[in-house]
């Protein structure tokens, strides 16, 4: 297939508004579906200020994952798509995870700077991306950092929250489904000798949703012919966790699709089994589309 490197769209420093929202003509699903990490949208600011060039940046994306689960709004079921990159904010981070040697001066007290994720590079302002390379060739504002965060982060979040809402409202529960992709090189704690399974899970070891969701899940990908492993190497992040409250009825469910299924890692290129792919994640959001209501109701109140 062809290229798809950066077009001039892609760069603008207004990235407003950092997001969209993709709705069926009529919601008659409990399940959200958001896309964090595809967003291509890069400021010019932003890469000028980058040592990568304009394809290495690329490489922190979920790429065409917003594209793989497009059919949400066939089944009823909205999709969010953020459309800035996570290399320049990270909306799957608390809201200040931020790493002090990357800034000019002392950040308050009140930031994040010891968490895991700050410290392997990849707090809500990463410092690399994916592979170990270091985006910047200088210190930054930490102005820079909270406009970013208060011009993009919060107004994804408030939109999720406010289609998490909108589902309470109808249905009563919601099923929240964080769709992401990973590279196909197996990590260290992924415990396979070949690369990383297909599909991998993340449920926060069953505290984000009941184990009949990602039993569900998971069974309904291996009949389509893809291995899947349950939280390992990633159990969920920031919105698979915040976001689950079991006792209001929502749960939340990550899913991480190996890259090397539908793309050219290197040259961030759609790959002829693209078109498969996307059909077998259709067959998915069908399945999670058609829960069964007790499956996802909040639990009866103790009498």
């Avoid at 290495?56 to 065409?64: H, K, L, P, Q, Y």
């Avoid at 399974?197 to 309904?220: F, K, M, N, W, Y």
């Avoid at 009825?249 to 290197?266: F, P, W």
Wanted: hydrophobic residues 40%.
């Amino acid at each position: 297939m062809t290229g798809d490197e950066l077009q001039p769209s892609d760069i603008d420093n207004d990235l407003t508004p950092g997001f969209d929202i993709v709705r069926p003509d009529v919601l008659s699903s409990p399940v959200v579906f958001a896309s964090p990490h595809s967003g291509r949208r890069y400021p010019l600011a932003f890469l000028q200020a980058s040592r990568l060039d304009r394809n290495a940046i690329r490489r922190s994306e979920d790429a065409f994952v917003d594209e793989l689960f497009a059919a949400a709004t066939d089944f009823g079921a909205p999709l969010l798509r953020a459309h800035f990159p996570r290399a320049y904010v990270d909306v799957n981070r608390e809201p200040y995870e931020l790493d002090p040697d990357m800034f000019h001066s002392a950040l308050p007290g009140w930031v994040n700077t010891t968490s895991p994720r700050v410290g392997a590079g990849l707090g809500t302002v990463a410092k690399i991306v994916a592979g170990g390379a270091e985006i910047y060739n200088c210190t930054l504002d930490f102005d820079d950092a909270v406009r970013r965060i208060e011009t993009h982060y919060k107004p994804y979040h408030a939109a999720l929250q406010g289609l998490i809402d909108a589902a309470l409202e109808k249905f009563g529960r919601c099923l929240i489904i964080d769709c992401h992709s990973m590279p196909s090189m197996a990590l260290p704690s992924a415990n396979t000798t070949f690369g990383n399974p297909d599909i991998v899970l993340g449920d926060c070891h069953g505290s984000s949703c009941v184990r009949e969701i990602t039993h569900i899940a998971e069974q309904t990908l291996r009949d389509l012919g893809l291995s899947v492993q349950r939280n390992k190497p990633y159990a969920g992040g920031f919105t698979t966790r915040h976001y689950a409250r079991h006792h209001a009825g929502v749960q939340t469910l990550q899913i991480e699709i190996n890259r090397a299924l539908y793309m050219d890692e290197v040259n961030i290129r759609r790959l002829p089994e693209f078109d498969r792919l996307a059909e077998r994640m259709r067959l998915l959001i069908a399945r999670l589309s058609d829960l069964a209501p007790d499956v996802l109701a909040p639990p009866l109140a103790a009498e």
